[in-house]
């Protein structure tokens, strides 16, 4: 348990901070006379057979740079670019900066037969890349693990719904980890802050939904941006309960426009939010202040760690000076570099060229169509249609006739290079009629499915991501459509890479009449047999099928735990495919269910395993 007396402590600098922050803004201490951009980007580790590595802190010692950091999952890598100032060349020079540094990233990770894959969720992350032993090993993320299931009352439960749907309990906030983002910052004045702040998150499903790049999650299709259902359900604290009350997410979007300044967003957090983390403070941030110093707001900042606003408030110091800035979190990582800076201006641009009628946004739109947008952003991508000035309009109508303009307008008061404002503008606008990441990942891994395995479509479809991210010049909207001949070679080794997960599935008290009868409609000589837990306890075959026609002419009422094997060998997720063929060969079984714990997870067939067996 967590000890109440540190919790206290670090409440009372919480409380401190807070005072502080509202002091400096009055006080105009905050640096309002320029403005800097800068951005986090996360990236994935992929082995030479295109899945997730552990190598995440060999390579990171190795760069021995301080631009980078850990994450979660040991798959995972985290660059923190400098910030530069919001003006001419700014956005040339960041795309120079974070490819020097990918480029320096990809050449270490060589070493260790890895490469660097820009993705928003990599697609072969399976079940087993989501164990602790991908963890990434520091204490931090162990206590953040052990204090959100303390929270819930339990495991994490992820239901997620698109064209496919994922139903599945988990026991640690690594499905986090799958999420990847290029996290954007921009400096704010504070006398224009809420305004800035309630523009930004008008603006979020807009953009959002020409920035997708994560359909795709455990080999299922889900939401154009999945990364944004998946980030708020992996790491919600709230356990279920039989009260009708609401209860505000950790990650979330907001339930109403801001008011105030910027200090009550941080004071309304700290009413919302549980303290889950704390740290031993020494200085006292009025103290501080009352000294002349300015204060890091230790506290404040910790706290405001652990709550996933999709559009953070910040506060921080730089050359001395205190400032506040917006943290865009929920655009994804890559596809290209490219495509992260085309990006980033959009915002920018949308950002600094906000028409005063928007200036009081609860004039102006009703919160819930903010936050309608966002979703149907995530949900659909650039096939929505958003609320917009009191209309439903499709997403290439209002990138390219309303916020497009406003975007350019916006950098050119910036006095952004005219060349960079139309190369990178000029990226969203083919993408808002063209295709973005998400539907270009949609079109191949379906395409790809029907002539390869589905394991082999994401390998597939991961090593394009990687080759296509080097090309210069080449956004999504140019990408090709991969054929059958660019498939990355198999390297499926475990169970998990070829069962089948789409099951026919009978309860032992079905009866047998019924069951025999859809495994002859639907063609199918293996079907697992559950009893009334769930758990595994049988299995019809063709033979038994055979067999019961025989008898049905005599008895009618059987059931099928009257007719099934109840000898029925099992094998693991993990189980080597080598191993799983040899125990099949042995016992001379044609099929295998798989199976974890006693949950049916999916099944083999010597169909499966046929193109694995080299003897």
Request: aromatic share 6%.
């Amino acid at each position: 348990m967590r000890d109440d007396q540190t919790r206290a402590r670090f409440i009372k600098h919480l409380l401190s901070d807070i005072k502080a922050l509202e002091t400096m803004i009055n006080d105009n201490l905050i640096e309002n006379d320029t403005i800097r951009i800068g951005a986090e980007q996360e990236f994935c580790l992929v082995t030479d057979q295109w899945r997730p590595s552990k190598h995440a802190q060999d390579v990171l010692k190795a760069i021995n740079d301080p631009h980078f950091t850990t994450e979660l999952a040991r798959y995972n890598l985290e660059i923190n670019l400098d910030p530069i100032e919001l003006k001419s060349a700014c956005f040339a020079q960041m795309q120079s900066s974070l490819k020097s540094l990918l480029a320096k990233a990809q050449n270490v990770a060589q070493k260790y037969n890895n490469n660097v894959v820009l993705a928003g969720i990599l697609p072969t992350i399976g079940k087993k890349e989501l164990g602790f032993d991908y963890m990434t090993p520091s204490p931090r993320y162990r206590n953040l693990n052990e204090i959100a299931r303390e929270l819930r009352g339990g495991d994490f439960e992820l239901n997620l719904s698109g064209v496919d749907e994922l139903t599945i309990r988990h026991d640690s906030v690594l499905f986090e980890a799958c999420n990847t983002s290029f996290q954007m910052h921009l400096q704010i004045t504070s006398d224009d802050f809420i305004s800035s702040y309630n523009w930004a998150q008008a603006i979020s499903g807009p953009v959002l939904s020409v920035c997708t790049n994560s359909p795709l999650l455990l080999g299922r299709e889900l939401w154009s941006e999945t990364r944004i259902a998946l980030f708020q359900q992996s790491i919600d604290t709230r356990g279920s309960t039989r009260a009708l009350r609401d209860r505000q997410a950790r990650v979330t979007i907001g339930n109403h426009w801001a008011e105030g300044s910027a200090v009550d967003i941080f004071k309304n957090d700290a009413a919302l939010y549980n303290v889950i983390l704390t740290k031993d403070i020494t200085k006292d941030s009025m103290e501080e202040l009352g000294k002349g110093n300015i204060p890091k707001l230790e506290a404040l900042c910790l706290h405001n760690g652990t709550i996933y606003r999709w559009n953070r408030a910040c506060y921080g110091v730089g050359n001395g000076k205190p400032h506040l800035r917006i943290e865009n979190r929920y655009i994804p990582s890559g596809p290209t570099v490219l495509d992260q800076m085309a990006n980033f201006a959009f915002w920018i641009g949308l950002m600094k060229g906000r028409p005063s009628q928007y200036d009081h946004m609860a004039s102006k739109m009703d919160f819930r169509d903010a936050k309608a947008n966002f979703i149907n952003a995530a949900r659909t991508g650039k096939d929505s249609a958003l609320h917009w000035n009191g209309d439903q309009v499709p997403v290439p109508k209002l990138i390219t006739n309303e916020l497009l303009p406003m975007a350019y307008s916006g950098l050119e008061k910036e006095g952004i290079d005219k060349q960079d404002i139309e190369k990178l503008l000029g990226i969203i606008a083919q993408r808002a009629e063209g295709q973005t990441a998400s539907k270009w990942l949609i079109k191949n891994y379906r395409n790809l499915s029907k002539e390869m395995k589905k394991d082999d479509a994401l390998l597939t479809v991961t090593k394009a991501l990687h080759h296509n991210q080097k090309i210069e010049d080449q956004p999504v909207h140019l990408w090709p459509m991969l054929k059958a001949e660019n498939k990355a070679k198999s390297t499926a080794h475990l169970v998990s890479h070829i069962m089948s997960t789409r099951l026919y599935i009978v309860n032992d008290s079905d009866l047998a009449r019924l069951a025999t009868n859809v495994m002859e409609w639907k063609n199918i000589h293996h079907v697992p047999v559950e009893n009334q837990e769930g758990d595994l306890c049988g299995l019809l075959t063709w033979t038994h099928l055979e067999r019961y026609k025989k008898m049905e002419e005599e008895v009618d009422y059987l059931e099928v735990a009257d007719i099934m094997t109840k000898d029925v060998v099992t094998v693991h997720p993990d189980t080597e495919i080598s191993k799983a063929i040899e125990l099949m060969k042995k016992l001379e079984y044609g099929c295998m269910p798989v199976v974890q714990g006693k949950e049916l997870v999916g099944i083999i067939t010597i169909k499966d395993v046929i193109p694995f067996d080299h003897d």
